[in-house]
């Protein structure tokens, strides 16, 4: 991918020296020096705590502006010698494929997502963004979801992300099921999800 990036941006890559590690670090030291500012942005602000992901966003920007003005008069000096940007941008995503199970359902990434029942026995192709996925069937777009990403290793690395209403048709016609699905605790409380889909309860 890193090789696909430089042409898109027809850059030269190179590498590090052998043995000369401080190479290495000049570069990965202003991650962690970003991070660090981050934390201590967060500190300052008094809590960890946004009311959406937009939101957070923003804050890093903020953050990420302030660090880039130190710099802005040496960008200006280089502006004139840098090359101009592509026509189009280089795709930001990883496109990967899945088949859509009888349960209504795709593994992605250890993460089990559902997806409208209407999907049932299709192969999807996938864009996996950082935040979402985005299925197609052949070139029309069917279905989007937020991506869930899960960390550690082990046989316990697994995740869920599930919408009854992806599955609520199919589940009003045979309500019994709801209790029999393996996700059904992962729902709602099986009597509100109940009345959302209309059906009478005992």
Known sequence: MYSTLCDHYRMEPTRNNLGVSHENGGIESSHGYFKRRLCQALYRRGSFDFESVAEYQ?????VIAKLNAKCQKKFALELPTLQPLPKYRTPDYE????????N???????VLYTVPSRLIGHRLKLHLYHDRLVGFLGTTPVVELARVHVHGSGKKRRARSIDYKHVAESLRRKPPCVSLLPMASRLTAQSSMASAMGIPQS
């Open 58 to 62: 923003q804050f890093i920007e903020q």
């Open 95 to 102: 496109i990967r494929s899945a088949k859509v199970s009888c």
């Open 104 to 110: 209504s359902t795709i593994a992605v990434r250890c």
